[in-house]
């Protein structure tokens, strides 16, 4: 009866014991496929926020390519000519070749003595003169381009907060007008002069030298004997007006004097309001005069058939406005100084609209009304430059010349001189177009958008010629962007990053620590700033390699070995190979180590203790990839990262949670190289004495200790068929550790709800199953 009730007892308890091994079975499994899944998901998660920032970068660089198009003035269209993109393969040269040609390289050479100057504290030298005298710059048309530039930048500034008040102030303005007749006039003169001796025969040149002299011998070239239509008479067989004319488009009024003289009885009135003119400071009659003047011109001159008489009164009283005069100024540069000469500065409260050309209405009628259509058809671009530069619009004229390729080069020089000067009026924001126009300007002014003008120049060569391209961003020391950040640090950043250049320019660490110094440092005495500045955009594009070796130039630690942990924790398991990435990686770590330790150098101690752990770890898994498994084993022993006995098992599992993310990440591989090493060892030792029964015995009692971890209860025929299995000296599985192991048939289960999905609950319990591996050893 009692067989009997004990067989039917048991018979019960077996579906239940069957059903609890089944429940919690299911619950492990849970728990682990629940850990699996929270990291797929992170993991998933991480991408998509390192590709999204990736693309963000991207977009914004496509966004200035698009932005940098519009160099038009004021188009709304994009131009989608091709440009030059930087640091393409197709733009940048072979290795080692600069990709500056003579002439911007001619230029650069200025710049950097400029900078040399400006850097050592020595007297400003002028940039217009270095740029002027670059070597190369043998074409007629860039000559006389920095000659126009010197000449109208030799101005008298007033004292001003910023260079739009300067340039709105009146007597700037005045002065400009004046340095540009001043230009204009000789310009032709020397005209005169080549015309003259080019055709001396028919010029008969003769008499005193003088502008008369020279003049009356042009208008035997000019002239053709004889002109219908002059009045007043003749001046030695030459028309009055048109000598007087010519000499005051030379710029002589003595000259022009002279003839008013030898024919005074024909002029009437007209040499007192020529000597009036001719005396005043600014070239302008008396209120009164004018009037008189003007009275006669509109009663008895309107319809007058001799143009150069005309010319001359429109000039001398500013009348009749709408008049070109086209006749005598059939070229551009004629029409620029009759216009400049009609140009009124005075409120004109006695002028009529139709004698009245204030400077800002000839600006917007050359600019808006005319345009590029008008003077650039057929004709060399520096023509249009000249037209717009002589007037004052300097912006404008840059940003039409730097939109030919050959020439930008010259333009973004004139820009230079301008901003050197405080003459420039540049864009409050780097997104402006080229050149634009800012609500609350006065109309007709324009903005420069200077720093893109010449980041885009400095984009064609800042990979192949970095250090030329640094000397371009000094002049950007003193600018902003929208965030608020230094604009020369940033092209630094940038540049350095592009150019891959660090040693040459931020330095280079020497074996004993200290710092080579770079190009940089002839800028800045802060040069820590700017490489932290550097490396920590390194760091944002990912390149933590570089970023590490840039924050331990700036002396960094914290930072270093922070992104050395990021960098060797990927790496610690993998078999070291010649010329790696993880024998370069190791190699740096060791350097930077053997150089903190022998400086006594140290970061924060949650950083410090991580690297040296990883150093250790690499040189453990080293050993272990070797086949050196008692080194390996004295290393992880030595460690204390993982349990080797039981009663350690609580502390190391008490430790776990206090590891970094890059310790814990490894700690996978390290439990799987550990049990590795224990079951060789057990082998080893199980060879060596197959006969002694008493150590597989405590192999067996202290294996049956991991069935009392929650989740790991195994059937008990299994235990039993273990236990028996290991009595007998055999192995049922060689492949595996001295146990079931209960991750072999993770597949074949689904997960259910239920699991808690603490990531750490795997390798926690691992810690357990190793401890008591090392016990049965």
């Known amino acids: 009866m009692c067989a009997t009730h004990w067989a039917l007892s048991r018979c019960a308890s077996v579906p239940a014991a069957a059903a609890a091994r089944g429940f919690l079975k299911n619950e492990k499994d849970n728990a682990l496929l629940s850990a699996i899944e929270d ?65 911007e390289m001619a230029y650069a050479r200025q710049i950097y003595i400029y900078n040399e100057k400006i850097v050592n504290g020595h007297l400003q030298p002028n940039l217009v003169d270095l740029c002027a005298a670059t070597a190369g710059l043998d074409d007629k048309n860039i000559t006389e ?220 009628q050359l600019l808006e009304d005319y345009g590029e259509s008008h003077f650039a058809v057929n004709q060399p671009p520096f023509l249009y430059f000249q037209v717009l530069f002589l007037t004052a619009q300097f912006e404008a004229a840059i940003a039409f010349l730097f939109r030919t390729e050959r020439l930008r080069c010259h333009a973004v020089h004139v820009a230079l001189v301008l901003f050197e000067l405080k003459l420039l009026l540049k864009s409050s924001g780097q997104s402006a177009q080229l050149l634009s126009h800012e609500v609350g300007d006065p109309p007709g002014v324009r903005r420069l958008n200077f720093v893109r003008l010449l980041m885009l120049y400095t984009r064609k060569f800042e990979s192949t010629d970095p250090r030329e391209a640094l000397q371009y961003f000094y002049f950007l020391r003193n600018e902003k962007d929208s965030q608020g950040e230094n604009m020369f640090l ?119 203790s991580t690297f040296y752990l990883l150093l250790d770890l690499i040189t453990f898994f080293d050993e272990y990839h070797a086949g050196h498994v008692d080194r390996a084993f004295d290393i992880i022993e030595r460690l204390k990262l993982v349990p080797l006995s039981q009663d350690c ?52 009692e202290d294996r049956d200790s991991i069935f009392e971890i929650p989740g790991f209860s195994p059937d008990p025929s299994s235990v039993h068929q273990k236990k028996t299995q290991a009595t007998s000296g055999s192995s049922p599985c060689p492949d595996n550790v001295c146990w079931d192991d209960p991750l072999q048939d993770l597949g074949r289960h689904k997960r259910k709800t239920g699991a808690n999905g603490d990531p750490y609950e795997l390798a926690e319990q691992l810690w357990l199953r190793v401890g008591v591996a090392c016990a049965c050893l």
């Open 145 to 364: 381009m920095w000659a126009m530039v010197k000449q109208m930048t030799d101005v008298t500034l007033v004292p001003a907060s910023d260079a739009l008040k300067v340039r709105t102030n009146m007597e700037v303005r005045m002065e400009f007008v004046r340095h540009a007749l001043h230009y204009l006039e000789q310009s032709y003169k020397n005209y005169t002069f080549v015309t003259v001796f080019g055709n001396l025969h028919q010029a008969q040149l003769g008499g005193v030298p003088g502008t008369y002299q020279l003049v009356r011998s042009f208008l035997n070239i000019k002239l053709p004997a004889s002109v219908p239509g002059l009045q007043d008479g003749e001046v030695e067989g030459h028309p009055v007006w048109a000598l007087i004319y010519y000499c005051m488009r030379c710029g002589d009024l003595t000259a022009a004097m002279h003839v008013v003289k030898r024919a005074q009885h024909q002029l009437g009135e007209f040499k007192t309001w020529f000597q009036e003119y001719m005396l005043s400071k600014d070239r302008r009659l008396s209120p009164a005069t004018e009037n008189k003047l003007r009275l006669h011109y509109r009663r008895a001159l309107r319809n007058n058939t001799d143009p150069y008489k005309r010319a001359v009164y429109c000039i001398i009283g500013r009348c009749d406005i709408t008049d070109n005069q086209s006749e005598v100024a059939d070229k551009t540069e004629d029409y620029l100084w009759l216009k400049l000469n009609q140009v009124c500065f005075d409120d004109g409260g006695a002028s009529s609209p139709q004698d009245r050309l204030t400077l800002s209405q000839f600006q917007k």
């Open 490 to 608: 940033r092209c630094v950043s940038e540049i350095v990053i592009e150019s891959r250049e660090f040693d040459m320019i931020l330095g280079k660490l020497e074996k004993d620590g200290s710092r080579k110094p770079g190009v940089i440092d002839k800028f800045t005495s802060d040069t820590k700033s700017v490489i932290n500045k550097v490396a920590s955009a390194a760091e944002n594009k990912g390149l933590f390699e570089e970023a590490a070796k840039l924050y331990d130039l700036a002396k960094n630690p914290d930072k270093v070995l922070e992104l050395m942990n990021k960098l060797l924790s990927p790496v610690v398991a993998q078999i070291s190979t010649p010329q790696s990435n993880k024998e370069r990686l190791k190699n740096m770590a060791h350097s930077i180590a053997e150089r903190y330790k022998a400086q006594g150098i140290s970061a924060k101690k949650s950083i410090d």
């Open 649 to 700: 098992v609580k502390e190391r599992v008490a430790a776990f949670r206090n590891f970094s993310d890059e310790i814990k990440h490894n700690l996978s591989e390290v439990l799987l190289a550990t049990m590795n090493i224990l079951f060789t060892k057990y082998k080893r030792m199980k060879g060596t004495s197959p006969t002694t029964p008493a150590r597989p015995q405590r192999v067996m």
């Open 39 to 103: 990291s797929r998901r992170r993991t998933f998660a991480m991408a998509e926020e390192y590709h999204r920032e990736s693309m963000l970068v991207e977009w914004e660089q496509v966004k200035q390519r698009i932005l940098h198009s519009l160099l038009a003035s004021g188009e709304d269209a994009l131009d989608f000519t091709q440009e030059n993109e930087p640091s393409y393969v197709g733009e940048v040269g072979p290795p080692g070749r600069s990709s500056l040609d003579s002439v």
